[in-house]
């Protein structure tokens, strides 16, 4: 992919920012206020990632990622979950596919692994993710609830990637704080991965009527959550990384699904200094463009 292709890609992903436009890769999930016990639809309203725009291949997405084309699992994940909450019933046909392909690429080790090199974290093709992980736990977890996939060979499954998420090749140390990294084996604490995490880990809490392992992960995070702040702004992860405004947004209601399970008010707080960092937006655009413009080496560019 040349240095122009990639400039361009950025300047249309600014100019998208500026203007709040919405693309499949950055489309705004909404915490949805309902039973959080309910183990149906997700806890972001993820129903407009059931709409693939681009190629699909025996019913699998097909991303062009740096001009490559692949099967990349968080997408498959993203639509799977999509189409669940766009309504299981009429995308019944479509959602056993998807179970069937995850099924068939679950690795011994209860992993999906991400066959792209992602150069931002220096990861060679084939590497673990905990976001991964997570929102596949809670795909076959909605799948079975919804009986659509075998009971018992979906135990199986959730168990052996609950497993592989909680491993030392997922989990991370990061200000004292154990974590479930989205880019595992990087130590870079992806704020929005984490709680994709969680989220699972509710999920699994929910399923097994014990959340001890969500209680211990989600006090990690009320650890470390004062290093996300830029201001009124967020981090992306725990080094540093400026968030673009969409993954902002992001993480404000990510914010308002752990506040509706958790009694704990440091969720709120920041809540409240976020949403009013969206005020401000423009300046904290124009800061991540300079910081993502001087790495542009590095950007990943998608199916646009």
Do not use: C
């Not at 009971?151 to 030392?168: R, V, Y």
């Not at 968030?243 to 308002?256: C, E, P, R, V």
């Amino acid at each position: 992919m040349s240095t122009f292709s990639k400039l361009k890609y950025g300047l249309k992903r600014l100019h998208g920012e500026l203007v709040g436009r919405e693309d499949y890769w950055h489309v705004n999930m909404l915490f949805r206020d309902k039973d959080k016990f309910d183990l149906s639809m997700y806890h972001l309203d993820i129903s407009k990632k059931a709409d693939y725009p681009f190629k699909i291949k025996d019913n699998i997405p097909i991303v062009d990622i740096n001009g490559i084309e692949t099967e990349l699992v968080v997408t498959i994940l993203s639509y799977g979950l999509g189409l669940i909450d766009a309504g299981f019933e009429k995308n019944k046909d479509k959602l056993i596919l998807i179970t069937k392909w995850l099924k068939e690429n679950q690795e011994t080790d209860g992993s999906w692994k991400t066959n792209y090199a992602d150069k931002t974290y220096h990861l060679k093709s084939g590497w673990y993710s905990g976001m991964v992980q997570g929102m596949a736990i809670s795909f076959f977890i909605r799948i079975v609830n919804l009986n659509l996939f075998d009971k018992q060979q979906g135990s199986q499954i959730i168990e052996k990637a609950l497993e592989s998420m909680i491993s030392d090749k997922i989990t991370a140390v990061v200000k004292e704080q154990k974590i479930i990294d989205e880019y595992g084996g990087t130590n870079t604490g992806v704020l929005n991965g984490f709680v994709f995490s969680l989220m699972a880990l509710w999920d699994y809490g929910v399923l097994k009527n014990d959340f001890t392992l969500f209680n211990t992960y989600e006090s990690s995070l009320k650890a470390i959550l004062k290093y996300y702040n830029f201001g009124f702004w967020s981090y992306y992860d725990i080094k540093g990384t400026v968030a673009s405004a969409f993954y902002h947004k992001l993480h404000i209601q990510m914010l308002m699904w752990i506040d509706s399970v958790s009694a704990e008010p440091i969720y709120k707080s920041h809540i409240r200094k976020w949403k009013t960092g969206l005020k401000l937006k423009i300046i904290y655009v124009l800061i991540k463009a300079v910081q993502k413009f001087s790495n542009l080496s590095k950007t990943d560019t998608l199916n646009t």
